[in-house]
C-alpha cells in the first residue's frame, strides 16, 4: 500500500506534458534503495521483505510505462535510477551529494529515519527534496 501511495505523490509531481500516443520525455527518478548489498545480522524474513518492497516500485514504474496504464503519463515515462546504499548512512549521503551534482531534484527511497534524517540535511544543502518511503521520524 505504501508503494502506491508513494508512486501517486511521484506521479503528481511529474509533468504530464501534451497528449500523444508515444512517449518521448523520459522522468529519471531517482531512487536511493538498500536491497543492493548484503546487510551483516539481518534475517531471511528482512531481506525478503526488502526485495518485496524493491519489486513493488519496479513494477510501479512498469505498470505506469507500459502495463495496466499506460496511458497515465501519456508523453513521458518513468526511468527508475536506483542505487544502493546497504542500509549505510554515509553511502546513503555520498549517493545523494551523486544525484544533486547529476542535477536530480527529486530523490525517493530511504529506508530508515536515521539515513531519512542525513540526507534531508544534504538535500537542504544541495536543493534536492526527498521522499522517505519507509522513515516514521518526525524530524
Given amino acids: ?9 511521484i506521479l ?3 509533468h504530464v506534458g501534451t497528449l500523444e500516443s508515444s512517449k518521448t520525455n523520459e522522468f529519471n527518478l531517482a531512487m536511493i534503495d538498500w536491497i ?20 513493488g516500485a519496479v513494477l510501479a514504474v512498469d505498470q505506469v510505462n507500459n502495463g495496466t496504464y499506460p496511458n497515465l503519463l501519456t508523453n513521458t515515462s518513468i526511468k527508475l535510477d536506483a ?3 546497504g542500509l549505510s548512512q554515509s553511502k546513503a549521503i555520498v549517493e545523494m551529494i551523486n ?11 530511504f529506508p530508515s529515519s536515521e539515513i531519512a534524517a542525513a540526507t534531508a540535511t544534504i538535500g537542504k544543502v544541495y536543493g534536492v527534496a526527498q521522499i522517505a ?3 516514521s521520524a518526525s524530524e
Wanted: aromatic share 10%; charged share 10%.
Fill in 1 to 9: 500500500m505504501r508503494i502506491l501511495l508513494f508512486l501517486g505523490v
Fill in 83 to 85: 542505487v544502493f546504499d
Fill in 36 to 55: 543492493g548489498d548484503f546487510i551483516p545480522g539481518t534475517t531471511s524474513a528482512f531481506l525478503d521483505n526488502l526485495i518485496q518492497l524493491h519489486t
Fill in 12 to 14: 503528481s509531481i511529474v
Fill in 133 to 135: 518511503t519507509l522513515a
Fill in 99 to 109: 544525484f544533486a551534482e547529476a542535477g536530480h531534484t527529486l530523490v525517493v527511497g
